[in-house]
Each structure stands twice: as C-alpha cells, then as structure tokens.
C-alpha cells in the first residue's frame, strides 16, 4: 500500500528522497531540524500581512543514524529517543533550536518560482532568505507524563494574535481535522485540561457547555460576541488576513496537475545527496522495501523514480535485482 499511494500520488517524491536518504533518522530528537510545513502568514499591528514559513534549526547540529543502527535500538532500546531528550534535560543540557521564517509579500506572490501554499515545494532559500528572529530552549521535563504529554492536543489552529493561516489547502484541513480528532480522543472541553488551556485567560463565551466543563462555564454571561452586557476588547492585530483576493479556479485535493516542475527540486535534493557520497546509502535504505511487493508495482516505482534521474532508477533496478537473487549481503 505505500508504494501503490507514492506512484499514484507522485507529488510526494521530495519527501521520499528525505525520507530514505541520509538525514532520514535522526540520531536524537536533539538533532533534528524543524519545519512548519505550511505557508502561514504574520500580521503587524497597522494591518500589514507577509506569508511565511517557519524553520528550526538545532544548534546541536544535525546527526543521524544509520539503518543498522536503528533497527539494533528499535528491538533493545525502543524508548531510546524519549530517554535520550528526558535524560539531556534532567543533566542541565538543554537542548536549542534557533526560529527562523522566510518570508513573501503578498504582491510578490505571482512571481514566485513555485505555488507558495503547495507543500510540496520549499522555498528556495537564494531568492527567500532565512531571518533569524528567535531561539527555543526545551529546559523542563514533564512532571506528569500522562498529563502533560499524552493528553496535549496540538494542532495549527492554535495560533496567537498576529499568526494567521493562509489559503494552503493541507492546512485548511488540518485546521479542522486536528480539533476534531482532540475532542473525540479527549472531549469537547479538552482545551481546558492543563496541558492544552493558555496561561494568559481568555474570553470566548460563545466556547461553552458541553460534558466535563470544570472552570465555571462563564457563569451568566451572553454566549455571543458584541455585547453591552460584557464588553470585550479585540486583539488590534488580525488572525485571519483580510487582503486575500481569489484568483483563478478552485482546485480539489485529487486534481492531477503533476507537470516536470514536481521534479525539480528533487532532482537538486538527489545531486545534494550523490556529493554528499550518500546514494549508497539511500539504496541500502530503500531497496528492501521493494522486495516483497508484485513485479508491476515494482516497475511502476523504477518509472516513478527516474522521473527524478533515470541513473537513479537504473541504480534501483540493479540493486533490487541483486538482492533479489540473494548476491547482496545484507547486515
């Protein structure tokens, strides 16, 4: 099934290359660089909106590990990655990432190289330069595992004053969904459990009732906005831009548009990992999951990837076949 999914929605190949390339596991959650996947924009407080992406980077730099490796812990040590952060956290040594965003203004979007609300694109650094703005320092561990952790409910709805969406249609969705699935997995007053609720009190009359309601429920106050009864006082600075003006047709997820444009950046990605001296390794990483499945599907994969470089393809079919026919030791 993850190889019939990937051929037949070919627009996911660059997260592939990440995936089965060198920096597909990371030797420790201290390690690993962060992306917010998702297009979303900034707003001052005069009104002004730019889209960014956020990056985080770990001043730790980044480490992997190799497939042997992690299949070894993955049997003796499966908590390894958990251990690992708790432990460098309960030794004083906080791990840090520096925040980053690139950043676009909206008239500068019909210039673009690529779609900027399409995820599967990244934004090319030359033309969008990384800014630094911030610095993330995990430097406490959970008191309470099971409420602290396993009852959050993350999700990109949760945005501050001043961060906004945008029209990515992956995060329209997960807007939705991400709530969703909180209060089906933890009820429809989750956001007041600990773990989830913010620190500084928040006014939202019309969010109210419901099972295991615990803070008092707004007592009598009206369960509606723009009320002489309890004035609220409105953020100056908008969650949702209202510059956005629709241009062309509207697109559902399952349009196929896939042009040779979908492979340029993970043509870059693949010359990135031959100089790196890594195609070995992406081969070792990916070619084992291709034993096992039927010789169409196979060949629908060879085809998928020389769509990036047919020497990569060809690389593909000689290991497979090796291994196939039992020539290749496998550690």
């Not at 009320?227 to 600075?237: C, D, H, M, N, Y």
């Not at 001296?277 to 020389?306: R, S």
């Amino acid at each position: 099934m993850f190889w019939d999914y990937h051929v037949h929605n070919p627009e996911g190949i660059h997260a592939l290359l990440h995936l089965f390339g060198q920096r597909g596991i990371p030797a420790s959650l201290r390690n690993i660089v962060g992306y917010s996947v998702h297009t979303y924009t900034m707003t001052r407080d005069d009104g002004e909106v730019v889209y960014v992406k956020w990056h985080l980077k770990p001043e730790a730099g980044v480490k992997t590990l190799d497939a042997e490796t992690a299949i070894r812990l993955a049997g003796t040590e499966p908590d390894y990655h958990v251990k690992d952060l708790f432990n460098a956290i309960e030794k004083g040594e906080y791990p840090t990432w520096l925040l980053y965003v690139q950043v676009i203004k909206p008239e500068d979007i019909a210039h673009a190289p690529i779609d900027i609300f399409d995820n599967t694109f990244t934004w090319p650094h030359e033309k969008y330069p990384l800014r630094r703005i911030g610095r993330l320092t995990l430097n406490r561990n959970p008191d309470n595992y099971f409420e602290d952790i396993e009852q959050a409910a993350f999700s990109p709805s949760n945005m501050v004053p001043g961060i906004g969406p945008s029209a990515d249609m992956v995060l329209q969705a997960r807007m939705f969904a991400y709530p969703d699935a909180a209060r089906y997995r933890l009820g429809v007053n989750y956001q007041q459990l600990p773990s989830n609720r913010p620190h500084v009190k928040v006014y939202n009359p019309y969010e109210r009732d419901g099972r295991a309601r615990i803070d008092g429920n707004y007592g009598g106050d009206p369960n509606y906005v723009s009320s002489e009864l309890r004035p609220v006082r409105i953020s100056s600075r908008h969650a949702v831009p209202t510059h956005e003006e629709w241009q062309g047709k509207v697109q559902v997820y399952t349009a196929s548009g896939i042009t040779d444009k979908d492979f340029e950046q993970p043509r870059i990605l693949w010359g990135i990992i031959q100089r790196e001296g890594a195609a070995q390794e992406f081969l070792d990483n990916i070619c084992p999951t291709l034993l096992d499945i039927g010789e169409k599907l196979q060949q629908q994969v060879f085809e998928y990837f020389a769509m990036v470089d047919s020497g990569l393809a060809k690389a593909m079919r000689e290991e497979v076949s090796k291994r196939m026919q039992g020539t290749v030791e496998v550690t």
